[in-house]
């Protein structure tokens, strides 16, 4: 439980987390905290835990983590398991606490209990105390004051066990130093990448019983490719239009029910005076315009004013006239404002956008209105059978997905409800089938065929949606695995058994060169015996993120005495990795920084390794089938 804090917080504030699992307490009485619910979920020597106080954490941390789980089913399920059983440890461990704390008679005396009281806010008015409020919150709460106390004096222990490991945990100034040289530490290496290829001997011949002996050992390498053969079956949605009545009185109820949809929006004429930001000062356009108002209010002409000083080369020259437009060829800002004008005539206020200032003159309105009937009829009559074909194509996948269900090897009853005849490819290679039955050739199908209930049970697959089809399928047969006559693979045995006596050779040769190079062997001169090239890393960080993790663990655990290791990073493949040189670390944090960081991460260990100590030593028995 402790790693995870460990992950999400530092210092004081990990063990804050830890005894804020014993806030709850207060509300419900430390037995019923973790006992209330007839299911019990783990175990703590004599105290149980309940599956309903389990779950109860667990929602407030699934909400609190919500926009971090992932979108995918599977992944999130995997996460919401995860959380739930680090819920499970955080509460474990909570008890453990408690226990040792009693166990080790942790006092809190009358005194500390109170001034804990009285520097709790909740319990304040006006900055002070007030004892009245005190006890009307606790009664509001259904929460006796004495029980309460009880319960406080258990936390403020609690809090002792954390404070104490805080408080025991110093480093010191020259121990500062060294972490942060050895943290912000970077290395110069070199890395030879060795290939089984180059342990090759083309000479080597291998005698008749090695060969046959390789192709017992593994014929299943030399096995012929499975042919199965696949019944389907594929629904055309569009049959479906077969199924519509599309008769003159059902288009137009469809269309009276409908009528929203086929509306000729409103349209506005209108003419504009624009001062562009981009051509003129903005504070000076907003002078401007705004005497533009007062020439407007006193009676002058919209269309001069729109020559004389609009900024628009489009529509100044024609009186800043713009033309008919609907609220969509406007963006938001000017359409609210032009639809908001009443009448002809009308003139806006100032429009303030980030282009520059506009004012509006409204110059014609051609109201909404619903088209006829007979205006949209090929639109009422594509969108009805729309909707028809989806409504009983939901109807036609679920029946069949409950049939393909309800009678799992065969599809002798699909046939019957669809009136359409299943296909069978006969006895084909999976290549076959993609290239010779065009309906199949979709990973969705081939990812079908290769589910455990149709590959290995030969069940009926669940309905495929592709394409505007349904395919539903089942193998009916497959082909005995045979395999290829050992004179015809012959050649492919002595290359095989080349690569796997090369890649033997290479195993026991990477200590062969690693100790010739510890012994002062240049790795140029084994480089250039493989004909391969060094590839050299400078000043690397621990965190660097574009070398491969495997790689850069192994390159921090040399040292400047045992400075080469190899790592294998494939079958028949291996990295020699060669340390130059020790760069000691400097941070750009301040001396204080640096100071918590380092004294957060030896509490967050410390704390840890105690929790772990205690944990060994208690009787934790977790009901896994209860979770």
């Known amino acids: 439980m402790l790693q995870n804090i460990r992950d999400r917080a530092t210092g004081w504030i990990a063990y804050v987390i830890v005894i804020g699992i014993s806030i709850p307490f207060a509300l419900w009485g430390i037995d019923q905290y973790f006992t209330g619910g007839n299911v019990i979920v783990a175990e703590v020597n004599d ?80 900055n002070e105390f007030n004892s009245k409020i005190y006890k009307a919150l606790l009664e509001r709460q259904g929460i006796d004051i004495s029980n309460y106390e ?93 199924l519509i009545s599309e008769d003159k009185l059902a288009l137009k109820n469809y269309y009276n029910e409908n009528k929203f949809k086929y509306v000729v929006p409103e349209k506005r004429d209108f003419s504009q005076i624009f001062l562009s930001n981009i051509k003129g000062d903005k504070n000076e356009n907003k002078v401007l315009i705004q005497e533009i108002e007062g020439f407007l209010k006193s009676g002058d002409s919209f269309s001069k004013l729109a020559k004389k000083y609009s900024t628009d080369q489009l529509s100044r020259d024609n009186g800043g006239k713009i033309g008919w437009v609907n609220k969509k060829d406007l963006n938001k800002e000017i359409s609210d404002k032009l639809f908001l004008l009443e009448s002809i005539d009308d003139i806006s206020e100032i429009i303030e956008t980030e282009q520059g200032y506009y004012i509006l003159k409204l110059d014609g309105i051609i109201d909404a209105k619903i088209k006829t009937f007979e205006e949209v009829e090929d639109n009422v009559k594509r969108d009805f059978q729309n909707v028809q074909i989806s409504r009983k194509y939901e109807v036609i996948y679920e029946d069949l997905a409950n049939i393909l269900f309800e009678f799992p090897n065969s599809l002798e009853k699909v046939e ?101 190079v510890k012994k002062g062997k240049s790795l140029d001169e084994i ?88 944990r060994d030593k208690a009787n934790i028995i977790i009901y896994s089938e209860n979770l």
């Open 47 to 126: 105290t149980k835990i309940s599956a309903e106080r389990l779950n109860n954490e667990y929602q407030d941390r699934l909400r609190e983590m919500q926009s971090i789980i992932s979108k995918d089913q599977n992944e999130s399920e995997l996460q919401k398991k995860i959380i739930k059983r680090t819920v499970l440890d955080e509460l474990i461990d909570g008890l453990i606490v408690r226990e040792f704390t009693v166990d080790n008679k942790f006092q809190v005396s009358e005194k500390s209990l109170i001034n804990d009281i009285k520097n709790n806010k909740i319990f304040h008015s006006n």
């Open 416 to 516: 019957e409800y669809l009136s359409v005849q299943k296909t069978s490819t006969g006895l084909l290679t999976l290549p076959q089938i993609k290239s010779r039955h065009k309906d199949l050739n979709d990973p969705k199908v081939f990812k079908a065929l290769g589910s455990p209930a149709v590959s290995k049970e030969n069940l009926n697959s669940e309905p495929i949606e592709i394409k505007g089809n349904i395919i539903m399928l089942r193998i009916k047969n497959r082909s005995a695995v045979q395999y290829k006559e050992y004179d015809s693979v012959k050649k492919e045995i002595e290359g095989l058994l080349k690569t796997e006596k090369s890649i033997e050779n290479m195993k026991n040769s990477i200590k062969d060169i690693e100790n010739s």
């Open 527 to 614: 480089a250039n015996k493989f004909s391969k090239k060094l590839t050299s890393y400078n000043e690397i960080e621990r965190s660097d993120d574009s070398i491969p993790p495997s790689i850069l663990e192994r390159v921090f655990s040399l040292t400047k005495k045992d400075n080469i290791t190899s790592i294998e990073s494939g079958t028949g493949n291996y990295e020699l990795i060669f340390l130059d040189k020790i760069n000691n670390g400097e941070s750009e944090l301040s001396q204080r920084s640096l100071e918590t960081m380092f004294n957060n991460d030896q509490v967050n260990a410390l704390l840890y390794s105690v929790i772990q100590s205690l």
């Open 150 to 242: 009880r319960i406080r004096k258990s936390e403020l222990k609690t809090l002792q066990f954390y404070n104490n490991i805080v408080q025991s945990s110093f480093i010191t100034s020259q121990q500062i130093k060294l972490l942060e040289e050895l943290k912000y530490q970077t290395r110069n290496f070199r890395i030879l990448s060795l290939s089984y290829n180059d342990f090759i001997d083309d000479k080597e011949n291998f005698t008749e019983d090695q060969k046959k002996e390789f192709f017992a050992k593994y014929k299943n390498i030399f096995a012929m490719p499975e042919k199965i053969d696949v019944e389907y079956i594929v629904f055309d949605k569009q049959k479906l239009k077969e």
